[in-house]
């Protein structure tokens, strides 16, 4: 299994993750429905570095489907919005 990290995410017009990406990485962009596959089979891990400390990137199931997100501090909000656009 590879690592991956992420340094930036695209969005859509409603702020919904579309894909991650790190312009250093040759798997850059990735789709959220490829991101999705590779961490539910085991196949890669993606994670943020944020200052203060390394967190994962997880597969959540909400109301509208499967999303990404990574928690950083202890609040509801998902992190992997404050990253910049890809």
Do not use: F, Q
Request: hydrophobic residues 30%; charged residues 30%.
């Amino acid at each position: 299994m590879a690592e991956r990290e992420v340094t930036r995410t695209k969005k859509d017009s409603s702020d919904v993750i579309t894909a991650l990406c790190n312009p250093a990485g040759s798997w850059s962009p990735r789709s959220k429905s490829d991101v999705i596959a590779d961490i539910e089979s085991g196949n890669h891990s993606y994670y943020v570095k944020w200052p203060e400390k390394r967190t994962e990137i997880r597969v959540v199931a909400g109301a509208s489907g499967k999303y990404l997100r990574t928690d950083r501090d202890t609040t509801t909000r998902n992190n992997l919005l404050d990253l910049p656009n890809c």
